[in-house]
């Protein structure tokens, strides 16, 4: 490789715009043959795989890295079998490209209807996760797109590995190698490079710290699919059923610290407080985690740290959790809407009418009625895996899966149609 990073990422961008023609008219039994190919792959090489991963988890903690990157970044004999399930997954869903929908006759005669067709050229830029190279590889390959991706340095050797057996199903199906290029570089500028190949590269997506969304936000100069961070929220009702509201916060919040899908807040409806709250504190403490409150939480929770307003914008990734005691549905809708980052939000109620009002007006990508926070993902929504999550609201909004890594054209129809 190229000590010239300029170069090296131009060439990739370069065999990824040749790769993404071919890509974009792959027969699908074709690609789903290469995931089928690259699921086998893994579970054949999962000892290699786990080896690989320990020598970057080694060298993290060496390095210093916090608990929450650590979980990002590990890899089990379980999410090994998870990323081999999401490649089955993705090969059994349906494929998008070349699907025309919404066909109509207009009074001059022609048929106008659209077509979903690929983006193009990816890039994907992730910190830890190895899982993210085998989702982000599948996701492109099935919705015929052609990826570049750039892992973190902290897991250069997982992801390294992992490459290896994306080009050895990509090349087991008679599809280009370069349709999934990883860049072997850990050096910065490649992505400064990636985020500025408009000639190149079509859309960016940034999966990591907010640190790293922010920074690739502000300087692409290439569409991004993002999220900066998950806020993400959990107000028990005046009616909610207690048992579910326990099980619901508990593997909202303690399942897994450092998922942005984690709730982060919680809010508990006033009228309720007194005999839920505590309850539910005792637990959260049991888990180790600090609650940090209102006054009222405080009354109630001897053993809570009293909140700032900061507090209640913050994801922590951590053993954390801010707690506010509202009125009821309107102060919680409202508390959500100013503070979330408009990741995913749950109500535990057994009111259906209050349910339906919150769907309909908390402004967040995904909306739960009595369920974890942790189903805001794309295997768990029966997208195959997910490519991230988005927050914004144009193009792609929430866990994107095949169709949001799609656009449309327009199709017309005619017989010898002219215009009068």
Avoid: W
Avoid at 125 to 148: F, H, M, Q, W
Avoid at 223 to 229: A, E, F, S, T
Wanted: proline share 2%; hydrophobic share 40%; charged share 25%.
């Amino acid at each position: 490789m190229t000590n010239n990073i300029q170069e090296y990422m131009q060439n990739m961008g370069v065999e990824a715009r040749k790769a993404s023609r071919l890509m974009a008219s792959a027969d699908t039994n074709v690609k789903n043959l290469a995931l089928t190919h690259i699921a086998k792959a893994i579970l054949r090489e999962k000892t290699a795989l786990l080896a690989a991963n320990k020598l970057d988890l080694d060298a993290a903690r060496a390095n210093g890295l916090d608990d929450a990157m650590l979980d990002r970044l590990t890899i089990t004999e379980k999410s090994i079998n998870t990323m081999v399930e999401g490649l089955n997954q993705i090969a059994s869903l349906a494929d998008p490209i070349g699907e025309m929908t919404d066909f109509k006759y207009r009074p001059s005669g022609i048929q106008i209807g659209k077509m979903r067709v690929p983006l193009g050229v990816i890039g994907i830029i992730y910190e830890a996760r190895p899982n993210v190279t085998v989702d982000a590889a599948g996701l492109c390959i099935k919705s015929g797109n052609a990826a570049i991706l750039r892992g973190g340095s902290e897991a250069i050797h997982c992801n390294q590995a992992l490459a290896k057996l994306v080009h050895e199903g990509l090349a087991a199906a008679g599809l280009p190698t370069s349709a999934v290029q990883v860049v072997k570089t850990t050096d910065r500028a490649a992505v400064g490079e990636l985020i500025t190949m408009k000639q190149y590269v079509d859309v960016i997506v940034p999966r990591g710290g907010k640190g790293l969304i922010e920074r690739i936000s502000n300087d692409a100069r290439i569409p991004v699919i993002k999220h900066l961070d998950g806020n993400c929220h959990v107000y028990v009702d005046d009616d909610a059923d207690f048992d579910k509201a326990l099980r619901i916060l508990e593997n909202s919040k303690t399942q897994r610290l450092g998922t942005c899908n984690t709730a982060e807040s919680l809010l508990v409806a006033r009228s309720v407080a007194k005999e839920m709250l505590p309850k539910l504190a005792d637990m959260l403490i049991s888990h180790g985690v600090e609650i940090r409150g209102c006054a009222e939480t405080l009354a109630l929770v001897p053993q809570a740290k009293a909140a700032t307003e900061e507090d209640y914008y913050t994801e922590y990734l951590a053993a954390i959790i801010s707690c506010k005691v509202v009125d009821g549905l309107d102060e919680a809708i409202a508390h959500i809407n100013q503070h979330s980052s408009q990741h995913t939000e749950v109500i535990v109620t057994e009111n259906y009418t209050k349910a339906r009002r919150f769907l309909r007006e908390v402004d967040s990508s995904s909306v739960i009625v009595n369920a974890s926070t942790r189903f805001a993902d794309g295997f768990e929504y029966g997208l195959g895996a997910e490519i991230g999550i988005s927050t914004d609201k144009l193009h792609a909004r929430g866990p994107v899966g095949l169709d949001g890594l799609t656009s449309l054209k327009y199709v017309v129809l005619g017989d010898g149609h002219v215009r009068a």
